[in-house]
């Protein structure tokens, strides 16, 4: 069984950066995919960011490139998910996710984890 917590959530304003962490427990994860979700109150959970398996090549929701970098730590077992540049748009509440088996066509499919965080809250405002 796969525990995962998320950590480094809070309020802040435009323009100011966070780093979450995702610490996973129960089993080594260096070949399993991880990824970071986040849901906006009244919205469908959506990806954010990931590692494929083992592959060190993230990829990224289209609106987060350039602001947010995924980052993972396999002797800590831990990923996390460093923020610049927030804007309001990104308030949600953030999820960690894991899969062992995950094929690549579901990466963005919030559905198709088997693991997942209590999530962090972010709120990003003035």
């Known amino acids: 069984q796969v525990q995962l917590v998320e950590t480094g959530g809070g309020r802040v304003q435009p323009g100011a950066s966070l780093r979450l962490s995702c610490a996973a427990s129960?089993?080594?994860?260096?070949?399993?995919?991880m990824s970071w979700f986040r849901q906006a109150p009244g919205k469908e959970r959506e990806f954010v960011a990931a590692?494929?398996?083992?592959?060190?090549?993230?990829y990224y929701k289209d609106s987060v490139k350039g602001r947010f970098t995924v980052s993972r730590d396999n002797a800590k077992n831990t990923v996390y998910l460093q923020m610049n540049s927030l804007e309001p748009e990104d308030t949600a509440i953030y999820y960690c996710?894991?899969?062992?088996?995950?094929?690549?066509?579901?990466?963005?499919?919030?559905?198709?984890?088997?693991?997942w965080g209590q999530g962090t809250q972010i709120t990003v405002s003035s």
């Open positions: 129960g089993r080594t994860l260096s070949r399993s995919t």
């Open positions: 996710a894991a899969d062992l088996r995950l094929i690549l066509n579901n990466l963005r499919r919030h559905a198709a984890y088997d693991y």
């Open positions: 590692f494929f398996r083992s592959n060190s090549n993230p």
